[in-house]
């Protein structure tokens, strides 16, 4: 599978954002997909994920209620609708597929398939 992330930006803190990844390659609608951010200084970390058929999502805690995931299979793309952003949103966002299809998780080493990344910036 090949990913590739776009849509970031700078916004004012309590603006929105909407990314996308645009999936090839593999059969995309049988992969999970996750949206990663890492901030400078900081490790990858986990802030939403998507069950392959978009059943089932998952989100970090510090973007609970305030971003949302979805996909369009026939479109071959995952969303991030990113509202209410705030100065600590600040990072390179990144989209990934895990390693397997039909297989879901939240940690970055299971993941095999990775987008190049979009940088969001929010300014206070």
Known sequence: VQ??????????????????????GRTFSTYAVGWFRQAPGKEREFVAGILWSGGSTSYADSVKGRFTISRDNAKNTVYL??????????????CAAPKNDYYYSTRPGDFGFWGQGTQVTVSS
């Open 3 to 24: 990913l590739q992330a776009s849509g970031g930006g700078l916004v004012q803190a309590g603006g929105s954002l909407r990314l996308s990844c645009g999936a090839s």
């Open 81 to 94: 609708r990113m509202n209410s952003l705030k100065p600590e949103d600040t990072a390179v966002y990144y």
